[in-house]
């Protein structure tokens, strides 16, 4: 997963409504692929948010997702050689679907998200003192749920925004 429900809902909003988005989602994978079937990115007429792989992949998909948008198309679907024909090295095959997003789908991605961060292990560091503060935004970038938890409030600041903190007179009691 790499993007947010709160990071959708943000790109939706500068996009100017949800209709002005496609989303580009891997729908198969043969082969060596950067990313795995699911992997979706968001594409409006001047932004992008997500990744699908990079390269030369994601710069033919977002072409073509914009040529959608611009052309009021709801959708198309892309079959792509990840070799040399395209300057790319995975080897692979990927099928990419492009939709125009909608109210449905908005709801299908953040149900989505919320399942796979449900499903992340917890870890807990108690103490966000220095120590507390580096661990916390090392394992940020883990597909981990990182909780913080400290007696002091004020230590609990400044912290990724994907770490949940409690700030607690019992750490014990968490």
């Given at each position: 997963?790499?993007?947010?429900?709160?990071?959708?809902?943000?790109?939706?909003?500068?996009?100017?409504?949800?209709?002005?988005?496609?989303?580009?989602?891997?729908?198969?994978?043969?082969?060596?692929?950067?990313?795995?079937?699911?992997?979706?990115?968001?594409?409006?007429?001047?932004?992008?948010?997500?990744?699908?792989?990079?390269?030369?992949?994601?710069?033919?998909?977002?072409?073509?997702?914009?040529?959608?948008?611009?052309?009021?198309?709801?959708?198309?679907d892309?079959?792509?050689?990840?070799?040399?024909?395209?300057?790319?090295?995975?080897?692979?095959?990927?099928?990419?679907?492009?939709?125009?997003?909608?109210?449905?789908?908005?709801?299908?991605?953040?149900?989505?998200?919320?399942?796979?961060?449900a499903?992340?292990?917890?870890?807990f560091?108690?103490?966000?003192?220095?120590?507390?503060?580096?661990?916390?935004?090392?394992?940020?970038?883990?597909?981990?749920?990182?909780?913080?938890?400290?007696?002091?409030?004020?230590?609990?600041?400044?912290?990724?925004?994907n770490?949940?903190?409690?700030?607690?007179?019992?750490?014990?009691?968490?």
């Amino acid at each position: 997963m790499t993007l947010s429900a709160a990071s959708i809902d943000a790109f939706i909003a500068r996009a100017g409504s949800v209709t002005s988005v496609i989303i580009a989602e891997l729908s198969a994978v043969r082969g060596s692929s950067p990313r795995e079937t699911g992997a979706f990115m968001l594409v409006s007429d001047t932004a992008q948010d997500g990744t699908i792989g990079g390269g030369a992949l994601e710069y033919m998909v977002i072409d073509r997702a914009r040529q959608v948008l611009r052309d009021g198309g709801h959708e198309d679907d892309l079959d792509i050689p990840l070799g040399p024909e395209i300057g790319q090295c995975c080897g692979g095959r990927v099928d990419v679907a492009l939709r125009r997003l909608s109210a449905a789908t908005v709801d299908r991605l953040q149900a989505r998200i919320a399942a796979e961060l449900a499903a992340r292990p917890h870890v807990f560091l108690f103490g966000s003192g220095h120590v507390g503060h580096a661990l916390a935004r090392a394992l940020s970038a883990l597909p981990l749920q990182v909780h913080v938890v400290d007696t002091r409030p004020d230590e609990l600041i400044d912290l990724p925004a994907n770490i949940l903190t409690h700030a607690v007179a019992m750490p014990e009691a968490v």
